[in-house]
């Protein structure tokens, strides 16, 4: 099964802050695209990571060859359609941006949403912009709704402050859109909330088909009470939605794999061969055959505050 992201890749600031540059990446197959990201640089603004950096919020790219992607015709020579950037800021100092791309666009029933909530001018979030593949009736439902905090996937998530999975969501009432995405065939989604400044709130969910999967699994770790270690705090797998029962027991150390590299450093991190990855997480997914992971930490005010792995 292979999942509608194709690429993930981690860019950080140069050593003169005054342009991001490719970290690390999964690209699978695609060394060509990879050569040439590693040669791309981008300013503030600047194509996808760098408009990224400057509004200090997730933007997300519904079609490449139409918008100011820089590395867009060989994107498309390769079926990348559209793409994700989310920024991870350490207060005002960007550590990374993750850049995460797909293709299959008229095949994929998942969505990738992006909801927000300025509170001098309303109460509620409501929907900037979205990619939804061929689900145009759902697209079309999405823009008129809105979502009051602490009600569906984008209101918990603005509630909690922190990334929210939920799982069966296509039969869940605190989903409020459950019928529509039963007949899409969706049941699981990831959201993950940004505040930037105070007053305004950004949501970005992602809305998982289990027979189009966004990525293969999710994940969320979180700091134990003594920040000594992170736990498993949430997952969602395509083999069933069952995560593997060893992981709700497992710790894992700062610097300890890809994961705990992100804790410790608060920059995003890619492992494009998880059998190299010896951490409980990753001998897990390797286990799984899964090939890949992209670890981006959560931080707020008080720091990391939790790590949202997907793998590919």
């Known amino acids: 099964m292979t999942p509608f992201i194709r690429v993930a890749e981690v860019w950080v600031p140069t050593e003169d802050r005054t342009q991001l540059r490719l970290s690390d990446g999964y690209y699978g197959p695609f060394d060509d695209f990879r050569a040439l990201s590693e040669q791309t640089r981008f300013r503030p ?8 950096w400057a509004t200090r919020h997730p933007i997300i790219l519904k079609e490449l060859a139409a918008s100011n992607f820089k590395r867009a015709e060989a994107a498309e020579a390769i079926d990348l359609t559209c793409g994700v950037a989310l920024p991870i800021f350490a207060g005002d100092l960007l550590t990374s941006v993750v850049v995460m791309l797909g293709g ?17 001018r309303f109460n509620d979030l409501r929907l900037i912009d979205g990619f ?4 145009i009736t759902f697209e079309f439902n999405s823009r008129h709704m809105s979502f009051p905090r602490g009600y ?12 929210l999975i939920m799982k069966d969501i296509n039969n869940s009432n605190a989903f409020l859109r459950s019928q529509q995405v039963d007949e899409l065939g969706i049941n699981a989604g990831l959201g993950i909330p940004y ?25 969320i770790w979180i700091p134990d009470k003594h920040e000594r270690a992170l736990i498993f705090h949430s997952g ?10 060893e992981l709700k027991s497992a710790v894992i150390a700062k610097g300890q794999g890809t994961i705990g590299r992100a804790w410790q450093s608060g920059i995003a991190d890619v492992c494009a061969n998880l059998a190299a990855d010896t951490s409980p997480a990753g001998r897990s997914a390797s286990a799984a055959r899964l090939d890949a992971t992209l670890a981006m930490p959560f931080i707020n005010d008080e720091g990391v505050k939790g790590i949202v792995a997907w793998y590919f």
Not at 104 to 120: C, M
Not at 200 to 210: D, E, K, M, P
């Open 45 to 52: 603004g600047e194509g996808l990571p760098g408009k990224a």
């Open 104 to 120: 299959n666009t008229r095949v994929r029933a998942g969505a990738i949403e992006l909801w927000h909530n300025d509170s001098d």
């Open 132 to 135: 939804y593949g061929a689900a």
């Open 195 to 219: 505040s930037s400044p105070p007053n305004q709130t950004w949501i970005l969910v992602f809305l998982v088909a289990r027979d189009t999967p966004i990525a293969r699994r999710f994940e």
């Open 152 to 163: 569906g996937l984008p209101g918990r998530t603005w509630k909690s402050r922190l990334p």
């Open 236 to 245: 969602d797998c395509d083999q069933s939605g069952q995560m593997p029962e």
